[in-house]
């Protein structure tokens, strides 16, 4: 069974500075992978995707997360972090038989500081 | 375009009471998902309907029930509610395009569900 793993309970940095958040997942042939954020007190919002193709991966905000197919890793990176980011962030993980049917990881806590 | 409602968004019930939670997925949305999400356990799919029928069923026991209309919209049921259901429900709806390959999963606000 799929499981995901994020090491990384919860995360203080700095406004402006930049923020890794990681994410492993455990191996299959063919994975969807998500990167979700959650505000207080709202459901989950969609932060980008991968399919498949191109390993960098893009999303709003100015996040952008890497596959790493031999490291079975997708980190979420975003380059200058502000105040409004603070959130919980969830990777997902899908795969090809039950697209539908998404396996989350425990979440980090982004506490962004001024 | 109105997102994903969920109702009630609170509620409150005791053990051993039965409760039914509503979703109205996005209009022209046809897949619809539920999740629970707990501080101790996460968030765990519970299962996804698609034009009336359960394509995949999550790890929960038969306590936990859910259909879907016609019209897309979902509803879930707890029976003899325990302590350990107080959570977040969450649903989520999709597009579902037959041969479209995956598309986003949007959420709702979730209802918060007490049981004491």
């Known amino acids: 069974a799929q499981s995901v793993t994020q090491l990384d309970s919860q995360v203080p940095v700095f406004e402006e500075a930049p923020v890794e958040l990681r994410c492993n997942y455990s191996?299959?042939?063919?994975?969807?992978l998500f990167w979700y954020v959650q505000y207080p007190n709202q459901g989950l919002q969609l932060l980008l995707k991968?399919?498949?193709?191109?390993?960098l991966v893009k999303g709003i905000n100015g996040f952008e997360a890497e596959f790493n197919k031999s490291q079975t890793s997708f980190h979420l990176r975003k380059p200058s972090v502000h105040i409004s980011d603070t959130a919980e962030y969830f990777c997902?993980?899908?795969?090809?038989?039950?697209?539908?049917?998404?396996?989350f990881g425990s979440g980090t806590r982004l506490l962004v500081r001024p | 375009k109105a997102g994903v409602t969920q109702t009630p968004r609170y509620l409150i019930k005791t053990r051993g009471q039965q409760v039914t939670l509503s979703c109205s997925p996005i209009?022209?949305?046809?897949?619809v998902s539920w999740y629970q999400q707990t501080p101790g356990q996460g968030l765990q799919f519970l299962f996804e309907?698609?034009?009336?029928?359960?394509?995949n069923k999550g790890n929960f026991p038969g306590r936990f029930s859910g259909r879907q209309f016609s019209n897309s919209r979902s509803e879930m049921n707890v029976s003899t509610l325990e302590l350990g259901d107080s959570a977040l429900y969450l649903c989520?709806?999709?597009?579902?395009?037959?041969?479209?390959?995956?598309?986003?999963?949007?959420f709702g606000p979730g209802t918060r569900l007490t049981v004491l």
């Open positions: 991968y399919l498949s193709g191109s390993t």
């Open positions: 997902a993980v899908s795969d090809r038989d039950s697209s539908y049917k998404l396996i």
């Open positions: 309907y698609f034009s009336e029928t359960q394509r």
């Open positions: 989520a709806s999709s597009l579902a395009v037959v041969g479209g390959g995956v598309d986003e999963q949007f």
């Open positions: 191996s299959s042939v063919s994975v969807y």
């Open positions: 209009s022209g949305h046809r897949s």
